[in-house]
């Protein structure tokens, strides 16, 4: 990066706040992408650290001006390539936007600043005790602005959605470096064209958030996590959209293969509950009322029986309760140094028992194991990719167009949560059309008409 060039973005942000030496960049240039798929970042680089929406307004002028691209960078938690610069860039950092700025009770909504970790805003709500956040995406080092723009889901959304179920309102820059302010503490909103939810999942190209309005909810203390065993994933499958058809909509609804759930448990010092059966649902129940919670459970168990339930187990206390979602959380990681690709395919959540049974067909056919956990109730499979002597296997774009097309096949999508960044845009003509793709180019260029933001990320 020329000199000139960091120069003037130090008189912006101050002479701390701008990085250029390599070692201390190197930890923004990657997110947490598969080695094996993830893109090579560009080095020539700078990492800038602005503290408000206007010093990020300034700095986008400057690079329009230069038309230079810019990489907005949350907590670096993605897993789809869409933080990574691959031409010389600006790196804007949000992490000095960390504050939380009001807490509504009337309202029942918070306003925070982008940069703001999830951690921070558990933390905050639980000084007052009375209201909780749904969203979980698994790492709670993620930031706020970098869930909102990656639409972020996980394993609550059986009963209270994703990210965009509960943004209310963005202070966003624009890409031309005007900041705009979207929504508002409403619920209902019908004036014009909605740009707010045109932001939610724009993955950072569209413009770069500097402040979020979540609702919240009321908290309850009923809580327990149910875990019920079954011998094979077809009965497993099979017994949740009956489960929802009663009415019964749990908190999450996840699944999970025996050896995936043992070999998580291990690698954190911990030992799965079940021995019988060879996979797991894991219900969290969260109920106004104590009788409730045990009415729903045991109507749970008698439905999951009905489909060849052969274990199950009531997790009452926090201690057990976390042991098993701890477990759940780090499935992705116990294999993480072995898989090539975690994909995130979804489809309608009845069409889940027949697309497992492709999944295992398909895997079959390539003479692999394809291990999968998911929120089964969302119709959202993870299904790792196994890397083979440490690289690729020589089937992988196979295998990988193989389930991406029993997933659309249903209906389904190629990404229900980690986003189509770098590593999945390639595929987008897989689910779309060359007009959807077009009009998709279209509203890009109509934001960031020099097409200096994220540059490479969903659309080209």
Request: glycine share 8%.
């Amino acid at each position: 990066m020329k000199q000139e060039i960091i120069n003037n973005l130090k008189k912006i942000v101050g002479d701390d706040w701008a990085v250029t030496e390599l070692s201390h960049m190197q930890s923004y240039l990657y997110d947490e992408t598969e080695l094996l798929i993830r893109p090579k970042a560009c080095e020539d680089c700078v990492v800038v650290k602005p503290k408000n929406a206007q010093e990020i307004s300034e700095i986008v002028k400057y690079a329009n001006e230069e038309l230079i691209s810019i990489v907005p960078r949350g907590g670096g938690t993605g897993i789809c390539g869409g933080a990574i610069p691959t031409k010389p860039s600006i790196i804007i950092s949000l992490e000095r936007l960390n504050k939380i700025i009001e807490l509504d009770e009337d309202n029942i909504m918070i306003t925070v600043e982008s940069g703001a970790t999830l951690a921070d805003l558990i933390e905050e709500l639980n000084k007052h005790d009375k209201l909780f956040f749904p969203v979980h995406p698994g790492d709670e080092g993620a930031q706020i602005g970098g869930m909102v723009v990656e639409n972020a889901g996980g394993v609550r959304a059986v009963k209270h959605g994703i990210m965009r179920n509960h943004i209310k309102a963005l202070e966003v820059v624009l890409p031309t470096g005007e900041i705009v302010n979207l929504g508002g503490k409403l619920l209902k909103n019908n004036m014009g064209y909605d740009l707010l939810h045109m932001m939610i999942g724009s993955e950072g190209t569209l413009g770069i958030v500097t402040k979020v309005t979540l609702k919240l909810y009321a908290k309850t203390n009923n809580i327990a996590t149910l875990v019920v065993s079954f011998d094979n994933r077809e009965d497993a499958s099979a017994v949740v959209p009956k489960i929802l058809q009663e009415g019964i909509i749990p908190l999450a609804i996840e699944y999970m293969e025996r050896f995936v759930s043992e070999e998580s448990a291990k690698h954190i010092g911990l030992t799965w509950p079940t021995t019988n059966g060879s996979v797991d649902l894991i219900f969290i129940l969260d109920e106004a009322t104590e009788d409730d919670l045990y009415s729903k459970s045991e109507a749970i168990v008698d439905l999951c029986e009905k489909y060849n339930a052969v274990d199950s187990l009531i997790a009452e206390s926090s201690k057990d309760q976390k042991n098993i979602l701890d477990i759940r959380s780090n499935a992705y990681t116990a294999f993480k140094e072995n898989v090539a690709d975690a994909l995130d395919i979804a489809v309608p959540s009845a069409c889940v028992p027949d697309l497992m049974n492709d999944l295992i067909n398909i895997a079959k056919k390539y003479n692999t194991i394809t291990p999968a956990v998911g929120h089964i109730a969302d119709g959202n499979i993870h299904n790792f990719i196994m890397a083979e002597n440490g690289g690729l296997p020589p089937y992988f774009d196979d295998i990988k167009k193989d389930m991406y097309e029993a997933a659309i096949k249903y209906g389904g999508t190629i990404t229900a949560e980690h986003g189509t960044g770098k590593t999945r845009k390639k595929h987008m003509s897989l689910q779309f059309t060359n007009r959807e793709i077009e009009i998709m180019s279209g509203i890009k260029k109509v934001f960031d008409p020099n097409g200096i933001l994220n540059p490479g990320t969903v659309i080209d």
